[in-house]
């Protein structure tokens, strides 16, 4: 019964964060010349998504019983210094992505990333990493007209500018 609780948790932090966010969406809610559905329309769809997601997933917890696997697995087995870069990384890609920009940003930040959560092999990360990314910066870029910094560090953004050229 203790799962329970902790599903009901999670569900009611994941969707609080999806409705804020949601929320948030209509204080930008300006119509934008070049793009019919305004500048909220993809940010209130993520929101939307993670709300549907946090929904489901507690619906599943609820309604699936718990396989061996996941009766018998520890929670707590990770100590906190591991615990630690999953936080921590995203908010220095934060905090350097004036400098270094999105574009390249992203491109060093999902494999550092996708190390840190566990992932060891090098080829198996970068292919799933580069074509995610590149599906990031090509659909928001091309599509959604979304002005990712370029970065100001030599060499970085002549990269950015580059990419960002060859897009359009």
Same mark, same amino acid.
Not at 31 to 47: D, H, K, M, T, V
Not at 95 to 103: A, D, V
Not at 133 to 155: D, E, H, Q, R
């Given at each position: 019964?203790?799962?329970?609780?902790?599903?009901?948790?999670?569900?009611?932090?994941?969707?609080?964060?999806?409705?804020?966010?949601?929320?948030?969406?209509?204080?930008?809610?300006? *119509?934008?010349?070049?793009?019919?559905?305004?500048?909220?329309?993809?940010?209130?769809?993520?929101?939307?998504?993670?709300?549907?997601?946090?929904?489901?997933?507690?619906?599943?917890?609820?309604?699936?019983?718990?396989?061996?696997?996941?009766?018998?697995?520890?929670?707590?087995?990770?100590?906190?210094?591991?615990?630690?870069?999953?936080?921590?990384?995203?908010?220095?890609?934060?905090?350097?992505? *004036?400098?270094?920009?999105?574009?390249?940003?992203?491109?060093?930040?999902?494999?550092?990333?996708?190390?840190?959560?566990?992932?060891?092999?090098?080829?198996?990360?970068?292919?799933?990493?580069? *074509?995610?990314?590149?599906?990031?910066?090509?659909?928001?870029?091309?599509?959604?007209?979304?002005?990712?910094?370029?970065?100001?560090?030599?060499?970085?953004?002549?990269?950015?500018?580059?990419?960002?050229?060859?897009?359009?």
């Amino acid at each position: 019964m203790n799962s329970h609780k902790t599903y009901l948790g999670e569900f009611i932090v994941t969707f609080g964060i999806g409705l804020i966010a949601f929320l948030q969406t209509f204080s930008f809610d300006d *119509p934008i010349e070049l793009y019919r559905y305004g500048a909220n329309c993809w940010p209130a769809a993520i929101a939307v998504s993670m709300m549907v997601c946090s929904l489901c997933l507690y619906g599943y917890r609820r309604i699936a019983p718990p396989s061996k696997e996941d009766a018998a697995e520890d929670p707590d087995d990770l100590p906190f210094r591991k615990r630690v870069p999953v936080f921590v990384i995203p908010i220095i890609f934060v905090l350097l992505l *004036p400098y270094i920009g999105f574009y390249a940003g992203v491109l060093i930040f999902l494999p550092v990333y996708s190390w840190f959560l566990g992932q060891r092999r090098i080829l198996k990360t970068l292919s799933v990493c580069i *074509p995610v990314a590149a599906l990031i910066i090509f659909i928001f870029t091309k599509y959604l007209f979304v002005p990712f910094p370029v970065g100001t560090w030599a060499g970085f953004y002549e990269f950015n500018s580059a990419l960002v050229a060859f897009l359009y």
